[in-house]
């Protein structure tokens, strides 16, 4: 497995701002992802982490509104640009430490307020 | 694309109940599956898997077998505690030669509350 850190673990934000999240693992891994989870929902991904290059995002996600970094094989960040209160989520890094293995492991997750 | 689905929750049972937590799903290939347990207030924890039809995945009590001729990968513990009250997810990721996409497809999500 892997241990992953998540900062901040909650924030409450103004709108119109922004906020960046950070992922730090404890080893290096192959690949990264985040995920959004609403209030009462289920996860859905916004976007895999590419190291080195932009990000590949899901449908009904754009880097403008969600700009993704990751820098090296143990670090990424996601920037919530021109946050609205329906941006309020748990925002989730997961990571997958070898291609090989099949299961994802995940950070504690931001709690994100946007008044 | 891929789906899962979940039974509709939430769930409320007494201790010492039988848990079953139906989860069907739909995808183009050969998936791995997977049951995540969100305990409140925490992040996600993988809880089982599995990734060839017919393996069983088991972990502390809970138990789920890969059924790909109904497509199921139902939860199943004997004797809930209070403690496994939780959100459920099942989940699957798509292979490919061995080497996995890495990125899940979630369900709804179950709520399940035991009583005392």
């Known amino acids: 497995s892997a241990v992953i850190s998540q900062k901040p673990s909650r924030d409450i934000c103004q709108r119109g701002t922004s906020l960046t999240i950070q992922c730090q693992v404890d080893?290096?891994?192959?690949?990264m992802f985040w995920y959004r989870q609403q209030p009462g929902q289920s996860l859905t991904l916004i976007a895999t982490a590419n190291q080195g290059s932009e990000a590949t995002y899901e449908s009904g996600f754009v880097i403008d509104k969600f700009p993704i970094s990751r820098p090296n094989l143990t670090f990424s960040t996601l920037t919530v640009s021109n946050m609205s209160p329906e941006d309020s989520s748990i925002y989730l890094c997961?990571?997958?430490?070898?291609?090989?293995?099949?299961?994802?492991?995940f950070g504690q997750g931001t709690r994100l307020t946007v008044v | 694309g891929n789906s899962v689905t979940q039974m509709e929750g939430p769930v409320t049972l007494s201790e010492e109940a039988f848990l079953t937590i139906n989860c069907t799903y739909t995808a183009t290939g050969y998936p791995s599956l997977f049951w995540y347990v969100q305990y409140p207030g925490e992040g996600l924890q993988l809880l089982l898997k599995?990734?060839?039809?017919?393996d069983k995945g088991s972990n502390k009590g809970f138990e789920a077998t890969y059924r790909k001729e109904t497509t199921s990968f139902h939860l199943e513990k004997g004797s809930v505690q209070v403690s496994d009250s939780a959100v459920y997810f099942c989940?699957?990721?798509?292979?490919?030669?061995?080497?996995?996409?890495?990125?899940?497809?979630f369900g709804q999500g179950t709520i399940l509350t035991v009583h005392p």
């Open positions: 997961s990571v997958q430490t070898d291609t090989w293995r099949t299961e994802a492991f």
């Open positions: 080893s290096q891994v192959t690949m």
């Open positions: 599995a990734t060839k039809a017919d």
């Open positions: 989940a699957l990721t798509e292979n490919a030669g061995g080497t996995s996409y890495g990125k899940l497809t």
